[in-house]
């Protein structure tokens, strides 16, 4: 009986001293170039938070008719319009954030057992034994994306032949004033002659009078001209440095370009401010593998974001500003390793690399796609 009793404490020892050394293998190294990724293990790497400008403009697009000249002669107008033209304005902006992969904070976690690490698709951490819920954005996001206004013509007006086979500006613009007139006689007709009656079967009668209105409306764009409104949507994008920014431009704008260069001194400017809060600010690692190596890596890393407010301004006037959680000016910090265990679920912003949640139980999260 003795002698079991010891084999079952030598083997319960063993198993304890097996637990111990499975957690002792388990260790987290900087990645300071592709070398160091080459062994086994996971690598991922801690997100740099950039600031994305969303700057959303109107311009109405004026188009002369081409018989503006002949309005007041033939039909009396003199509110037409009379050139080409475009009038920008910016109608609202917002300040988002994002977070990319830091190629100066890579980690491998290696030795045995890995825990079950969840990724961004460019290897930023979002969760340890947890799956995480992402925000996937189809938006293209480019600064330099092209603007794309339509162009506004008068193909598309159903002209007679009656006006096709005259040989002057003039003559054409007359024969399409007296169709015009006639038109509206047409409808006054159906509205209270005989033709009302004979028409009023089945919605007819209303189908008929929107084809006459939609008619004369394309004949008097002619000589009043046409008026389009579009909505234009640029963003612009900044990844904060270690200092606060002030009166930095970030484009130009004119109310007859619309969006122009930096170097365009032609529009005027709107500016990003960048300001850190200093009641927060905190030490955080310089990105050289001297100090790495100095302050070496004793559990998984992981961000205690800082403070910045975003401030952008039209000339002189504020139009937005938004304060938010950013990697810089922020600090590296750890979590025991022995929170890689199966029991525990830790979920990270993949935006600023904080820790979301810390629970003992595992949450399934969804891939939300963004609208």
Avoid at 125 to 131: D, E, H, Q, R, Y
Avoid at 140 to 159: G, K
Avoid at 205 to 228: N, P, Q, W
Wanted: hydrophobic residues 35%.
């Amino acid at each position: 009986m003795k002698r079991i009793a010891l084999l079952a404490l030598a083997t319960t020892l063993a198993l304890s001293n097996a637990d111990a050394k499975d957690k002792e293998t388990i260790s987290i190294t900087p990645v300071s170039q592709d070398a160091d990724a080459a062994n086994d293990g996971i690598i991922y790497s801690l997100p740099k938070t950039i600031v994305r400008v969303k700057v959303e403009a109107e311009v109405t697009i004026k188009k002369a008719g081409p018989y503006y000249r002949y309005s007041n002669k033939y039909l009396n107008l003199t509110d037409v319009i009379t050139e080409d033209s475009k009038k920008w304005k910016i109608s609202n902006v917002s300040i988002e954030t994002y977070g990319k992969a830091d190629n100066a904070r890579r980690f491998k976690i290696s030795g045995a057992p890995l825990p079950s690490v969840t990724l961004t698709g460019d290897n930023v951490l979002c969760g340890i034994n947890a799956k995480c819920k992402q925000v996937i954005d189809d938006e293209v996001v480019s600064a330099n994306n092209n603007v794309n206004l339509p162009e506004i013509t008068f193909d598309d007006v159903r002209l007679g032949g009656n006006v096709l086979t005259k040989t002057s500006t003039a003559a054409m613009a007359e024969e399409v004033a007296h169709s015009i007139y006639k038109l509206r006689e047409k409808r006054f007709s159906l509205l209270g002659g005989e033709d009302a009656i004979v028409l009023h079967d089945e919605g007819s009668y209303d189908r008929v009078l929107k084809e006459i209105s939609a008619l004369e409306a394309e004949y008097m764009s002619l000589f009043t001209g046409k008026t389009e409104t579009v909505k234009v949507v640029k963003y612009y994008e900044m990844e904060p440095g270690a200092v606060s920014l002030n009166n930095t431009v970030l484009f130009r704008f004119s109310e007859n370009e619309g969006f122009m260069g930096v170097m365009d001194i032609t529009g005027k400017p709107v500016y990003i401010d960048l300001e850190f809060n200093t009641d927060r600010k905190v030490n955080a690692y310089e990105d050289n593998t001297k100090q790495r190596k100095q302050k070496p890596v004793t559990g998984l890393r992981y961000i205690i974001p800082g403070e910045v407010t975003v401030k952008i301004i039209d000339r002189n006037i504020q139009i937005a500003e938004k304060t938010i959680l950013c990697t810089e000016n922020g600090q590296e910090a750890t979590l025991p390793l022995e929170m890689l265990a199966d029991g525990y679920s830790i979920r990270f912003d993949v935006t600023n690399g904080s820790v979301i949640s810390i629970s003992t139980k595992e949450k399934q999260g969804n891939i939300e796609k963004k609208k």
